[in-house]
């Protein structure tokens, strides 16, 4: 009963990826004939293949996905690296040249005591309908 | 006009430990955690089963709850992730590309997954979808204050981190919480500890007990050397790491290459041998913990000249510390949260917002024992050991302790089971292994083949509140078996099962009052054997977490070295 359930649960996840990716391929094939009219057949045959499949043999596709999903693993990090690169970094060296990181990272010898008295946020005034 | 009831359901999840907890008026009805249902230790995943069991045990649906509270706020934790990433920058993209990406998954949209999560389980509900989020250290404080005996007290909490503070100190007074001071990310003394917890090569977050327990075979030969180089304590007791030798904040790792020039040796392998220089850095990092306690303490006396100290937050459960606290006598009391770590709360967020949330008064609980899990009937006990083919007897009460008394002192080893399940990581004699503590090689069968657990553990004794002073070196009652304290030496050699390697022991005193069952036990034991003591451990094997149901029991009990089984009224032999 449990792994017809799960087995039913695994097609509609393939069905619904098929749903997206055969998106993503018209509008490629959409962009790719409003810009030069080259490629626009393949990817309107790969959205055809790959809605098609979904269709009707979902479990086909599945390991297709799984490539896809180990491609779209690399793709993120490569991103995250990126953007750790481009946008942390830079606003790390500048945080840290306008002297607003307010974390510490190493004892210092001038304070007598590292124990943070101000800005603390009392309970009691704490707004418990917020995450923040 | 009519008084409604106020449930309140607290719930701690998606980190380690969740559990959940249900108050109605301020009175906590009950409280478990996930991994006893689960028996996944340390389930970090959400507490469905443990929060199904407390509406049923209740005779609740969820649209009769009130108020969920979730144990911390998630877009604070998140934050603290952001800023560490970009503090430490250009290091840390290791952290940066395992963290941030699971929480703008996931973790981010929490409200969200916890709603899902109600909706899925409950669909016919009707929930009134009121959730609401107290503070990690907050949840911290309720859990360790809202539940002790004091009307007023200081309150110490300390852990890994929880959103971003990894140490506070406050005063309860009556209903409210007033924090005086703290300490923040990445400066935090959890996280040394566990640092030095994965240097020896255990678990993070579940084998630091390990360290405390090892510690005192070695000597702590490096205990200046972790002052100058891992952490900077100022006399007050608040320090800062130094954080060169510290990955956690950059990696998805707790220590760097620095850990082996400090130690002089490399980092030990998971299972491998424990040698002598691992037992000197286990000992030497327990006593800068035990030093910091107490500078710790020291301070928070003087800033709050409160008389009773409650503590919390996961380093609390380190009772040797929490032990020189209470030989210290700088607080007259001293009060730990039995279940003062990620599990506790559970129960502390719903404290908080009864208390502070809706302003709600508080009573004193003088006497808070944390009997809150399931409790089984004869009919479900009968029902689940007939679903194993066990065979059984079923007794009279009186029958029953005399049969187990009589078996412990022949020397068997005995799982005990009665009543509501513990919530807290200690069995107190509700889902306990017990033996007679005088027998010599027992800490040996019982670690190698009972528990299957590393053989320098030690074990607790359980003793009668009214013999504990002629035993123990114990300056009040320990009902929660909370502070290690010397054993007297004239006493040492009669139970030698139970006093550790320095003479120590982790004391649990047993009164007829709060765990009747038990005691009657005990007195039986005594009037055998003239010893009032017992080894009680926690009804478990390792790896596992304690037994919930009488399935679990009898599964313990079958696959262990385990003599006999009592569940309620219900005798098993092997």
């Known amino acids: ?132 | 006009m009519e008084n409604k009831d106020i449930y309140i359901l607290g719930v701690s999840a998606f980190y380690h430990d969740s559990a959940a907890a249900l108050i109605k008026n301020g009175q906590i009805v009950s409280a478990v955690q996930e991994e006893r249902f689960s028996r996944v230790k340390n389930d970090c995943s959400f507490p469905i089963e443990a929060i199904k069991w407390i509406l049923s045990d209740s005779h609740l649906g969820l649209s009769d709850i009130d108020h969920v509270v979730f144990y911390e706020k998630p877009f604070v934790k998140f934050e603290r992730i952001l800023a560490t990433c970009i503090h430490f920058a250009p290091k840390g993209f290791g952290l940066f590309k395992k963290q941030v990406p699971t929480w703008l998954k996931e973790k981010i949209f929490q409200r969200k997954t916890i709603q899902n999560h109600f909706q899925d389980n409950f669909p016919e509900s009707g929930w009134n979808k009121k959730l609401f989020f107290s503070e990690h250290h907050l949840s911290h404080c309720a859990a360790a204050f809202y539940p002790s005996p004091f009307e007023d007290a200081a309150i110490l909490t300390i852990d890994g981190v929880g959103e971003r503070v990894t140490t506070t100190v406050s005063i309860g007074r009556k209903g409210k919480i007033e924090r005086l001071a703290e300490l923040n990310f990445p400066h935090s003394f959890g996280l040394l500890y566990s640092a030095v917890t994965a240097f020896l090569g255990f678990k993070v977050n579940s084998g630091e007990y390990k360290v405390m327990g090892l510690a005192p075979y070695g000597s702590p030969i490096y205990s200046e050397k972790i002052k100058e180089t891992l952490v900077d304590i100022r006399s007050d007791g608040s320090f800062r790491l130094r954080m060169k030798n510290f990955r956690f904040a950059t990696e998805m790792r707790m220590f760097g290459s620095e850990f082996e020039k400090i130690f002089c040796t490399s980092a030990r392998e998971p299972e491998s041998n424990i040698e002598q220089i691992h037992m000197d850095i286990a000992a030497s990092v327990q006593q800068v913990s035990d030093e910091l306690f107490l500078m710790l303490v020291s301070y928070v006396k003087k800033l709050t000249k409160q008389s009773s100290l409650c503590l919390g937050g996961g380093v609390a459960l380190n009772c040797a510390s929490t032990g020189k606290v209470l030989e210290s006598k700088i607080f007259d009391k001293v009060w730990v949260q039995p279940s003062a770590g990620d599990a506790g709360s559970a129960l502390g967020a719903a404290l908080a917002y009864y208390h502070i949330g809706l302003g709600r008064p508080r009573a004193v609980l003088k006497n808070y024992m944390p009997f809150l899990g399931p409790e089984f009937t004869l009919d479900q006990i009968l029902a689940d050991l007939d679903s194993c083919k066990a065979g059984y007897q079923v007794l009279s009460p009186d029958q029953v302790v005399q049969r187990a008394a009589q078996a412990l002192a022949d020397g068997k080893v005995l799982a005990w089971m009665q009543g509501r399940a513990e919530f807290s990581p200690r069995a107190l004699g509700h889902r306990s292994i017990l033996a007679d503590p005088r027998v010599k090689d027992l800490k040996k069968t019982l670690n190698l083949k009972i528990k299957f657990r590393e053989s320098f553990r030690p074990f607790a004794p359980a003793v009668l509140e009214e013999d504990a002073s002629n035993w123990f070196d114990l300056p009040s009652p320990s009902p929660l078996m909370n502070f290690i304290c010397k054993t007297r030496p004239e006493v040492r050699d009669v139970v030698p099962s139970v006093v550790h390697v320095d003479g120590t022991a982790r004391v649990q005193t047993v009164s007829e009052e709060f765990n009747p069952d038990f005691y009657k036990l005990i007195l039986k034991f005594k009037s055998l054997t003239n010893c009032p003591v017992l080894v009680n451990t926690s009804l478990n094997v390792r790896g596992e977490p304690m037994v919930l149901t009488p399935a679990d029991a009898y599964r313990c009990f079958m696959n262990t070295r385990i003599d006999c089984l009592v569940i309620g009224n219900v005798y098993l032999e092997k």
């Not at chain 1, 030069?36 to 009707?56: C, D, E, K, Y």
């Not at chain 1, 297709?64 to 690296?81: P, S």
């Not at chain 1, 946008?87 to 007598?112: G, K």
Request: proline share 5%; glycine share 4%.
């Open chain 1, 1 to 132: 009963m449990v792994d017809k359930k799960e087995e039913n649960d695994d097609l509609s996840f393939l069905r619904k990826k098929s749903i997206a990716m055969c998106c993503g391929f018209s509008v490629l094939s959409g962009i790719s004939y409003f810009n030069n009219g080259f490629a626009w057949p393949i990817f309107t045959a790969a959205a055809v293949i790959i809605i098609m499949l979904g269709i009707f043999y979902p479990s086909k596709l599945s390991n297709f996905f799984y490539y896809i999903q180990k491609l779209h693993k690399k793709i993120g990090v490569v991103a995250f690296f990126v953007v750790f690169v481009f946008v942390i970094t830079p606003m790390s060296w500048v945080l840290r040249a306008l002297r607003l990181d307010d974390m510490t990272s190493n004892p210092s010898e001038s304070p007598i005591t590292y124990w943070e008295t101000e800005n603390i946020k009392d309970p009691n005034d704490i707004d418990f309908t917020k995450q923040f």
